[in-house]
């Protein structure tokens, strides 16, 4: 089964810094999809990047970039010049291709989350 | 377009009775998910359904849980005989469909309280 870690329950930044989450996981496919959610005190749940496993690229949306090792299975996610509103929890999160056979490949496995604080 | 809605947002139960969570995909989705996340962890994936059918129920309690996607109206988790172990947030999630890449969009969630 897939598994997902996030290991820093908190992380803190100053505003206009850069701040980096870790996220490890573990699968046995060759091909998968890994995204980055954020969760702020609304509780709604927002996408906030995606990485298709087979592009080597690592994915950017404005701010936010991730830094992909597939050997490693490492996935982390940097924010760059930090904002008040980037405030959140923020979860990783794993999800098998539709064309790797089984009926599993509708779920999102997440990680624990990482809470994350910009301070003023 | 609307996003995804489910009601109510909270919900307050004492032990034994029946919750009902509804969910509403955004328009022209037809696949919903169900998730839950208890206190202080991330969400659990519980139920995978397209219009009248399961497709994964692999994350759901084997008794008192049980989902549904009618072919008219939104889709419905049931929680029979609740538990004070029930409390969470049960987030539903959409997406168009199946084949390559299609982003799950997420629901407000509800708050299930159970006393």
């Known amino acids: 089964a897939q598994t997902v870690t996030q290991s820093q329950p908190e992380m803190s930044v100053q505003e206009a810094e850069t701040v980096t989450l870790s996220c490890t996981y573990d699968t046995s496919e060759s091909d998968y999809y890994l995204f980055w959610y954020k969760q702020p005190p609304s509780r709604q749940m927002i996408l906030v990047i995606r990485?298709?496993?087979?592009?080597?690229q690592n994915a950017t949306e404005n701010r936010f970039s991730v830094n992909f090792q597939k050997a490693a299975k490492s996935f982390s996610l940097k924010i760059s010049d930090s904002q008040l509103g980037d405030a959140a929890m923020y979860f990783c999160?794993?999800?098998?291709?539709?064309?790797?056979?089984?009926?599993?490949?509708?779920?999102?496995?997440f990680g624990q989350g990482t809470i994350l604080t910009v301070h003023p | 377009n609307a996003g995804v809605m489910q009601n109510p947002r909270h919900l307050v139960r004492r032990r034994g009775q029946e919750a009902r969570l509804r969910c509403s995909p955004m328009?022209?989705?037809?696949?919903v998910y169900w998730y839950r996340q208890l206190p202080e962890e991330g969400l659990k994936f519980m139920v995978y359904?397209?219009?009248?059918?399961?497709?994964?129920e692999s994350g759901m309690p084997k008794e008192r849980f049980s989902a549904e996607f009618p072919k008219e109206g939104p889709s419905i988790l049931r929680i029979q005989q609740v538990v004070r172990g029930d409390s969470a947030a049960y987030f539903c999630a959409s997406s168009p469909r199946q084949g390559s890449y299609n982003e799950q969009f997420f629901g407000p969630g509800t708050r299930l309280t159970v006393l």
């Open positions: 999160a794993y999800r098998r291709l539709p064309g790797a056979g089984g009926t599993s490949y509708g779920k999102l496995t």
């Open positions: 990485q298709e496993a087979y592009k080597q």
């Open positions: 328009k022209g989705h037809s696949h």
């Open positions: 359904l397209q219009k009248e059918n399961i497709i994964d």
